[in-house]
């Protein structure tokens, strides 16, 4: 196979397991933040912080939406590009979820304080496994294409 074989296989369209990913990213953010958006709304009586979080869900919701909508409107393959900000989000989506935990804990002092930031910190472990592995596919994507890319230029 020559580079130009290759770089057009990678030219085809977003697949189709790419494709459902982005929609249920673009859905599931966008019903998020639609839900919490008319929960913040109908309760115009709540203490600020609680004000504050309702902030932050319907931005982190939004932010998956925009997600979604960015890997559906591109229609070619991301080489990995839409995996590191999807881990990107998702670290900081169970960093903002492991500070909360730790506030709570703090204030409250019981066990399902203490029981919630252990899930919150195994969440954002997890997060950035995810964010680390899609970092490494995404330089070796990049490392193959300027390779493909120096054999193509040859003589």
């Given amino acids: 196979m020559n580079p130009d074989d290759m770089i057009g296989k990678l030219s085809r369209p977003l697949s189709?397991?790419?494709?459902?990913?982005?929609?249920?990213?673009?859905l599931g953010g966008l019903v998020?933040?639609?839900?919490?958006?008319l929960l913040w709304a109908t309760e115009?009586?709540?203490?600020g912080r609680t004000h504050l979080a309702f902030g932050l869900l319907v931005a982190l919701c939004l932010a998956w939406t925009g997600y979604g909508s960015w890997a559906l409107t591109r229609r070619t393959p991301?080489?990995?590009?839409?995996?590191?900000?999807a881990g990107w989000l998702s670290v900081v989506a169970t960093g903002l979820?492991?500070?909360a935990a730790v506030a709570v804990a703090a204030v409250?002092?019981?066990?399902?304080g203490?029981?919630?930031v252990a899930v919150a910190v195994t969440m954002t472990a997890v997060a950035l496994?995810?964010?680390?592995?899609?970092?490494?596919?995404?330089?070796?994507?990049?490392?193959?294409?300027?390779?493909?890319?120096g054999r193509a230029g040859r003589p």
């Fill in 16 to 26: 189709l397991r790419s494709r459902i990913g982005a929609v249920v990213a673009l």
């Fill in 32 to 37: 998020g933040a639609v839900g919490v958006g």
């Fill in 44 to 47: 115009p009586a709540l203490p």
């Fill in 78 to 85: 991301l080489f990995a590009l839409d995996q590191v900000i």
């Fill in 97 to 99: 979820l492991t500070a």
């Fill in 108 to 112: 409250r002092g019981t066990w399902v």
């Fill in 114 to 116: 203490v029981t919630g």
């Fill in 129 to 149: 496994v995810v964010l680390v592995r899609a970092r490494a596919r995404h330089a070796a994507l990049l490392r193959r294409r300027r390779e493909l890319e």
